[in-house]
């Protein structure tokens, strides 16, 4: 059965698009059938993986308007062994849009669940935003992964986002839960970053992953080629710390499997 994760929170720049892609590609390089879906306007993810978001002739939109079958929108990235829907400015006009459609929180994850059984793992990348498209992310995935930047504000905003999970966990997507929270851009040096380490254990304790991405000028370079680090520079410490955590994703997700099991079997 195949897992939906989505990446979210909704501070721009804390890594949510290059843990989406490095994420993506290294659950690819690990075996795994991937599939990234690119649910942010800016097609920050769609540009990061080579393909140019200016002339797509089907994105991520046209399959939540109900216009094009994900099937057909859905492309691979062949320098990586993924696939991705993707996404440009178009999707900006969902958010008014989708507003008088009907179903208008589970427009994705009818879409994903057409082509779910063809994915290992499908990671969602969320715009900035607690909006329509970051719900629609939130209701169609089993699990978040919240990115964060251990700095003074880091922690500011989180208890909105925790919020907005329980909320829709309530409502919509009752087995929604946090998957995991991933320290990114990552300075042991900083005693800054040793207070935020405590708090965050202590708030989400195991939930945090054991992998720190570290700050890698690799990781910022990559997407002006259009590649994952593992492509651009696979000796990089971003693309060995983006390794290590498609490990502990794909062992957590064993276990869940493992609990789920359990669970029915009782
Ligand atoms: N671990 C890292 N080391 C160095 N630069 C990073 C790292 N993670 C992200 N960046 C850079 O920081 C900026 C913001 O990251 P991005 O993934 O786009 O954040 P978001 O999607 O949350 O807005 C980008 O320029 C990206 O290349
Ligand atoms: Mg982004």
New binding site residues.
């Given amino acids: 059965m195949s897992q939906i994760f989505t990446i979210a929170?909704q501070?721009?720049?804390?890594?949510?698009?290059?843990?989406s892609v490095n994420l993506a590609a290294s659950l690819a390089h690990s075996g795994k059938r991937v599939l990234l879906v690119d649910m942010d306007p800016q097609g920050?993810a769609t540009m990061g993986v080579g393909v140019e978001k200016n002339s797509l002739e089907h994105s991520v939109y046209e399959v939540i308007m109900g216009e094009t079958p994900v099937e057909e929108a859905v492309r691979p990235v062949e320098s990586s062994g993924f696939d991705i829907l993707p996404a440009n400015r178009n999707l900006t006009a969902a958010e008014v849009e989708l507003i008088n459609l009907p179903g208008k929180e589970t427009r994705l994850r009818h879409a994903l669940l057409r082509v779910a059984s063809r994915y290992d793992f499908i990671i969602i990348d969320c715009p900035?935003s607690l909006s329509m498209l970051t719900v629609n992310s939130l209701v169609a995935c089993h699990g978040v992964i919240i990115?964060m930047q251990c700095e003074y504000y880091a922690l500011e905003g989180l208890s909105d986002l925790v919020a907005t999970i329980q909320r829709i966990g309530k409502l919509l997507n009752p087995s929604l839960r946090i998957e995991g929270i991933l320290r990114?851009?990552y300075d042991p040096r900083s005693s800054l970053t040793n207070e935020v380490n405590a708090q965050l254990h202590k708030y989400f304790g195991n939930k945090v992953y054991r992998i720190a991405?570290?700050?890698?000028?690799r990781?910022?370079e990559a997407?002006s080629y259009g590649q994952p680090v593992l492509v651009y520079d696979r000796q990089s410490k971003?693309a060995i710390a983006y390794l290590g955590l498609a490990g502990e994703v794909i062992r957590r997700s064993k276990e869940h499997q493992v609990a789920e099991l359990q669970g029915t079997g009782n």
């Fill in positions: 929170n501070k721009g720049g804390v890594g949510k698009t290059t843990t920050n900035p990115p990114t851009m991405i570290p700050r890698n000028i990781l910022a997407p971003g």
